[in-house]
């Protein structure tokens, strides 16, 4: 068996795995549901990667981009300090 092989079965049997451990799922329904699966998570890490490619370029171009870290750190962690005191904020 080839490790190219090899590794996709282990991806493949990590995502039904982690399917079954975080839903209700039985394991025989996660193996079928598994090339649904395989193309969610293709779908979410190319997401991911152009998302950062865009917003690393982005940064990179900034005049100033330690000040554009620091405001987004900032954004975040109020966002935890709030939800951690438990600040129920509005809707519309």
Do not use: Y
């Not at 982690?18 to 996660?30: C, G, I, K, Q, Y």
């Not at 370029?57 to 620091?70: E, G, I, K, N, Q």
Request: proline share 3%; aromatic share 8%.
């Amino acid at each position: 068996m080839s490790a190219r092989l090899f590794a996709a079965s282990a991806v493949v049997t990590t995502l039904v795995v982690a399917a079954v451990w975080l839903t209700d799922l039985s394991f025989e329904r996660a193996a079928l549901l598994a090339p649904v699966l395989v193309i969610g998570a293709g779908a979410i890490a190319g997401l991911v990667v152009f998302w950062g490619r865009t917003g690393w370029d982005s940064l990179s171009r900034a005049r100033h981009p330690r000040l554009l870290v620091a405001g987004g750190v900032a954004f975040i962690a109020l966002l935890v300090v709030l939800t951690l005191l438990g600040v129920k904020l509005p809707h519309e």
